[in-house]
Each structure stands twice: as structure tokens, then as C-alpha cells.
């Protein structure tokens, strides 16, 4: 059994034509989300939290192949301390309580991010449900923690350096393949709920050529109409890579 299979899709399958393989998500708004309700920000990160199962199950449910939800970025640690820690908890806890069901519904989890900056631990943590679930065949799901893009390029120029590349080999494969983690295509859809308009440092090499999908509904409430919404928003369209499109005028 997978993930998809424990929830009935909500729109018919043939109305979603054209399937990203790989949807990357900035789930953003749990704070204001909360604030709205006259509590804690911490409250907002909690629903955000449990709105991951059910985003994930659907993501499944129609043939998405990879997920990549950015959870805490390398500029997050300048939140106020208490936050901070309450987000590390969150994950911590996460980890002990949803690992096993992820597993037992065939999710891979793979981690992208500085590892060796989180406590040991939670480092510790993240490596073994990343070993636990890598046999798994069903939808990945990669945790981006404590990632930021710019940090990722620096790190792989670092990396790249360290391992003796010559100049001539410093080339976009080069690059690309110290970055997300291997066999991850780009994302085709970056979706970033919480209505802002901007990247906030995310996948800034691999969303080169992604769609973009930004909506209001803060992240708590981005449900599985919601989802549809943005994978209707992506069929429609028109990749170009930077080309001309076959059927215009040579
Ligand atoms: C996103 O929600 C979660 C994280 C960045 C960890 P926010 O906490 O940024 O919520 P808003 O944007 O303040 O509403
Ligand atoms: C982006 O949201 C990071 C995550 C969702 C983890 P932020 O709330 O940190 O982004 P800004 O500060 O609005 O750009
Ligand atoms: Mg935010």
C-alpha cells in the first residue's frame, strides 16, 4: 500500500492532464495563519506540520514522483530564539512519531540542507529515517532543513574544489551534481503558499526553469482542492526552456 491509496482523489483524474513530476513547496503563512486566530505562531506551525500527510498523500494520489517541502531555511536561525527551538523540536518529534508511518506507506525521505550545523542528534535523526526509507519506491519526499540555495551553491564550489576538479570541468553537470540530493530531478512546479511573491533562497539552482505557483491560502489550509489548483495552474502552461515552440514560424 501507499500513501495515495488511503484518501479518494478530489477531482476527476483525467481533469489533471499534465502531471510535474517533481512539485517543490515554501509552506509558508503558518505564523500568520495562527496570528489570524489570536494565538501563538507556534500553533500555526503545528497545523503546518500535520497539513504535510495530507498534502503529501495527494501529491501521490496524482502521480507526482518527488515532493520537496522547505521546512526551515539557513535564514530562519534569525528568528526570535524560542521559535527557533520550537521548530527544531517540531522536527524532532516528527521524526519519532511519522517515520514509521512513512515507511509503512512506502515514502522515501531524503534530506536537503547543511546537516552538520543542526544538533547532533537531530543530524542523527535525519540520517536514519533517510536510511530506513531508502528502499522505498514509493513518492520521495526530501526535507529541505536548514537550506538556503546560496549556501548549497557555495557548498558545492567548495566540494568540487576539494575533490580536485580542473577548470575545464567546472561545468553546470559539475555543479548540479553536488547539489540536491542524486537522481532528484528539478522541480517542474515550485509552489509557495502564504501569498508572497519571491523564492526566499529556495532551490535557486534547480528551480531555473520550474513553474511558479504562488497562492494566498496561508499553508495550515492548503488542501487537496488547493493542490489541484496548483497542478491545474502548471498543465496550463507553456514550457519553453529558453527555446521557440515547434509549431511557430522557423
Ligand atoms: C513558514 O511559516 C514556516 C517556516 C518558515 C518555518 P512562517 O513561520 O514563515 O509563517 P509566516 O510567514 O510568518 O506567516
Ligand atoms: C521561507 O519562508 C522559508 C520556509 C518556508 C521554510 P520565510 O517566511 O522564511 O520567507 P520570508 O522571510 O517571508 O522571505
Ligand atoms: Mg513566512
Avoid: C
Avoid at 500553533?43 to 495527494?58: C, Q, T, Y
Avoid at 542523527?124 to 548549497?152: C, M
Amino acid at each position: 500500500m501507499t500513501i495515495a491509496d488511503q484518501t479518494q482523489p478530489t477531482a476527476k483524474a483525467s481533469q489533471v492532464d499534465l502531471i510535474p513530476a517533481h512539485v517543490a513547496i515554501i509552506m509558508d503563512g503558518n505564523g500568520r495563519w495562527a496570528e489570524a486566530r489570536h494565538q501563538p505562531r507556534t500553533k500555526g506551525h503545528v497545523a503546518g506540520l500535520e497539513n504535510i500527510r495530507r498534502v503529501l498523500r495527494h501529491l501521490e494520489n496524482r502521480g507526482v514522483a518527488y515532493a520537496t517541502i522547505f521546512a526551515f531555511s539557513t535564514e530562519n536561525w534569525t528568528r526570535p530564539v524560542a521559535e527557533v527551538s520550537f521548530l527544531l523540536q517540531l522536527l524532532a518529534e516528527s521524526l519519532k512519531t511519522e517515520v514509521g508511518d512513512l515507511h509503512e506507506n512506502n515514502v522515501r525521505i531524503l534530506h536537503q540542507g547543511r546537516l552538520a550545523e543542526l544538533p547532533v542528534e537531530l543530524s542523527r535523526e535525519i540520517a536514519a529515517a533517510v536510511k530506513l526509507t531508502s528502499k522505498n519506491d514509493g513518492i520521495t519526499l526530501i526535507v529541505a532543513f536548514n537550506y538556503g540555495g546560496r549556501a548549497e551553491i557555495v557548498d558545492a564550489a567548495k566540494r568540487l574544489i576539494e575533490l580536485g576538479t580542473a577548470v575545464e570541468d567546472l561545468d553546470e553537470k559539475a555543479f548540479a551534481s553536488q547539489m540536491s540530493p542524486p537522481g532528484v530531478p528539478d522541480p517542474d512546479l515550485v509552489v509557495r503558499t502564504g501569498g508572497e511573491f519571491r523564492i526566499s533562497n529556495f532551490l535557486l539552482w534547480q528551480s531555473a526553469y520550474s513553474e511558479f505557483y504562488s497562492t494566498p491560502v496561508p499553508w495550515p489550509e492548503f488542501d487537496e482542492l488547493e493542490v489541484d489548483k496548483a497542478i491545474q495552474a502548471f498543465s496550463s502552461r507553456q514550457r519553453r526552456f529558453g527555446g521557440v515552440l515547434d509549431e511557430q514560424p522557423k
